[in-house]
């Protein structure tokens, strides 16, 4: 059965910063990639960053490029989501995904989360002054 657990979530200052963590249990990562997503109140649920664990190719949205990073520590079973200089704006939840990306084709994606099956609960990131 495959289970994804995020945590780390909180509440922040504008400027700050927030590491998530995401442990996941009960498939192998053949072919699979972990994607985090975001939502806020009244608004649809937004792709920020995946992670292949095929290659280690990672994406980001454009609304977190260059402040949020994505990394895997395979022996922990564990992808995280380094977040820098955060805003208001990225206030929502935030969820961790699975899916499986078979050769041939993109080897994550955060513009389709249909791609991804299992969700984890998902961790609150509230950033406020």
């Known amino acids: 059965q495959v289970q994804l657990v995020e945590s780390g979530g909180g509440a922040v200052q504008p400027g700050g910063s927030l590491r998530l963590s995401c442990v996941h249990s009960?498939?192998?990562?053949?072919?699979?990639?972990i994607g985090w997503f975001r939502q806020a109140p009244g608004k649809e649920r937004e792709g920020v960053s995946c992670?292949?664990?095929?290659?280690?190719?990672?994406i980001y949205s454009d609304s977190v490029k260059g402040r949020f990073t994505i990394s895997t520590d395979n022996l922990k079973n564990t992808v995280y989501l380094q977040m820098n200089s955060l805003n208001v704006e990225d206030t929502a939840v935030y969820y961790c995904?699975?899916?499986?990306?078979?050769?041939?084709?993109?080897?994550?994606?955060?513009?389709?989360?249909?791609?991804?099956?299992?969700w984890g609960q998902g961790t609150q990131v509230t950033v406020s002054s």
């Open positions: 995904a699975a899916g499986r990306f078979w050769p041939g084709g993109p080897e994550c994606l955060v513009s389709e989360s249909s791609r991804y099956r299992d």
């Open positions: 009960g498939f192998t990562l053949d072919y699979y990639a």
């Open positions: 992670i292949s664990s095929t290659s280690g190719s990672t």
